[in-house]
């Protein structure tokens, strides 16, 4: 029972806040003629540098944004898959999808997923997530906005970035900017390699400007996960009682060491 606990939410039994992460994980952030046009992309709710992942639903929606103008369902190309966090003791409801890329420009991939609740908070959570790919050198459509509840969108290009870039982006929601909104901010520590020296390493917090803009200091190679927070207007309920309902608006951006 104790590590059933421990498993939905390690820093929540220490009194902490726990940061999930809506998820799409690429293969690559840019997809040159060379390395071919099939991309792989993991969609999952996690705890992305504690390596838990919870489970999750089939998603509402997931689909393309390509090059700022062409939006597109991808929601039949996903598959379900167990995937397994490197802290999991038992592998946990994600999916995948495989995706042809076509033409040059940029690939705006989103989701929404269904509310998620979390005992450990007593609230639902729903994150609007993206990540952008970049096809064939064509640099059109990585500002582009999807038009979800909440989102971020880059000022910073989000591919192309290299270890110690500033990374900025306004943070949205129901369109207009959203001034002093909560960006947590972690790391991907897929392997379990990076050790946090104490708990408020795990995940860095910043706050948005009166403007709704947020920078970080990208200070390591991999992948990068900013989820913006504020809570919904309307409750959900559960069990009879209404609760609060988490929206985070969560881009994902990979940073390459300089050689
Ligand atoms: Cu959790």
């Not at 999807?146 to 943070?171: A, D, M, Q, S, W």
Request: with cysteine; aromatic share 12%.
């Amino acid at each position: 029972m104790r590590v059933g606990i421990a498993v939905i939410c390690l820093s929540a039994m220490a009194g902490l806040a726990c940061a999930h992460f809506g998820m799409i994980i690429p293969s690559d952030d840019i997809v040159t003629p060379e390395e071919g046009r099939v991309l792989k992309l993991r969609v999952m709710f996690a705890h992305p540098f504690e390596g838990h992942l919870m489970e999750m639903e089939r998603p509402a929606e997931f689909g393309v944004l390509f090059r700022g103008r062409q939006r597109t369902s991808l929601l039949d190309l996903l598959r379900p898959v167990k995937l397994r966090g490197y802290a999991d003791d038992k592998p946990h409801q994600a999916w995948e999808a495989e995706y042809r890329l076509r033409r040059p420009g940029d690939y705006v991939f989103y989701l929404v997923p269904k509310p998620y609740w979390e005992p450990a908070e007593d609230k639902f959570i729903v994150h609007y997530t993206k990540v952008v790919v970049n096809g064939f050198g064509m640099e059109s459509g990585w500002d582009a906005e999807v038009g979800l509840k909440t989102e971020i969108i880059p000022l910073t290009r989000p591919y192309g970035l290299y270890v110690g870039n500033v990374f900025r982006g306004l943070v949205k929601v129901n369109g207009k900017p959203a001034p002093f909104t909560e960006v947590e901010v972690e790391y991907y520590n897929e392997d379990g390699s990076v050790k946090a020296p104490a708990p408020p390493f795990v995940t860095q917090v910043i706050k948005c400007d009166a403007n709704g803009v947020f920078s970080y200091s990208i200070p390591r190679a991999g992948w990068w996960g900013f989820a913006a927070l504020n809570e919904e207007a309307e409750k959900l309920v559960k069990d009879g009682e209404e609760k609060p309902v988490e929206i985070g608006a969560v881009i994902w951006v990979k940073a390459y060491e300089m050689r």
